[in-house]
């Protein structure tokens, strides 16, 4: 009974450690990479954080002018204080896949850099699968444990 018991705690404590993990949605973003440069974007509601740097050494490009093309439409990046770049676009909040082009101007050099940014719906459509798989395993463990349960009723009986 002792083993049923710790076994049951184990498995409820992987379930819910499994429902917590899986409630937490990734952060959506991008990168693309060209010969020259690297650029990754993270995207917080509708605002994009741009980190652009060399690959070669990994140091940041802080004076470039960045135009970011998200479905279609070109938007200038603002210059951050801690060399990083941002963009604000209600299309970044659309759910889908989008293509999305960096352009890198630095002096006399220019790049495209292009990737793809996958964006989840915001719907939470995946927390109920979730909580219905959940309970699923409940009630899978739940029948298992009135089987042996039952089994041992059983041994006992026949034992006296």
């Given at each position: 009974?002792?083993?049923?018991?710790?076994?049951?705690?184990?498995?409820?404590?992987?379930?819910?450690?499994?429902?917590?993990?899986?409630?937490?949605?990734?952060?959506?973003?991008?990168?693309?990479?060209?010969?020259?440069?690297?650029?990754?974007?993270?995207?917080?509601?509708?605002?994009?954080?741009?980190?652009?740097?060399?690959?070669?050494?990994?140091?940041?490009?802080?004076?470039?002018?960045?135009?970011?093309?998200?479905?279609?439409?070109?938007?200038?990046?603002?210059?951050?204080?801690?060399?990083?770049?941002?963009?604000?676009?209600?299309?970044?909040?659309?759910?889908?896949?989008?293509?999305?082009?960096f352009q890198v101007v630095e002096g006399a050099a220019h790049a495209s850099l292009k990737g793809t940014l996958d964006v989840a719906d915001?719907?939470?459509?995946?927390?109920?699968?979730?909580?219905?798989?959940?309970?699923?395993?409940?009630?899978?463990?739940?029948?298992?444990?009135?089987?042996?349960?039952?089994?041992?009723?059983?041994?006992?009986?026949?034992?006296?």
């Amino acid at each position: 009974m002792k083993r049923i018991s710790l076994l049951l705690s184990a498995v409820a404590t992987c379930a819910l450690g499994a429902s917590v993990s899986a409630e937490t949605p990734a952060v959506p973003r991008v990168e693309a990479r060209s010969a020259d440069f690297l650029a990754v974007g993270v995207v917080h509601g509708d605002t994009m954080s741009i980190h652009v740097s060399r690959p070669a050494d990994n140091a940041p490009v802080r004076d470039a002018a960045i135009t970011v093309v998200l479905r279609g439409t070109s938007h200038a990046a603002t210059a951050e204080t801690d060399g990083s770049y941002s963009l604000q676009t209600k299309d970044l909040a659309l759910p889908g896949a989008a293509t999305v082009e960096f352009q890198v101007v630095e002096g006399a050099a220019h790049a495209s850099l292009k990737g793809t940014l996958d964006v989840a719906d915001a719907g939470g459509g995946e927390d109920k699968n979730n909580a219905r798989q959940l309970w699923w395993w409940v009630l899978n463990f739940a029948v298992c444990f009135g089987i042996l349960w039952l089994i041992s009723r059983r041994r006992k009986a026949a034992q006296t």
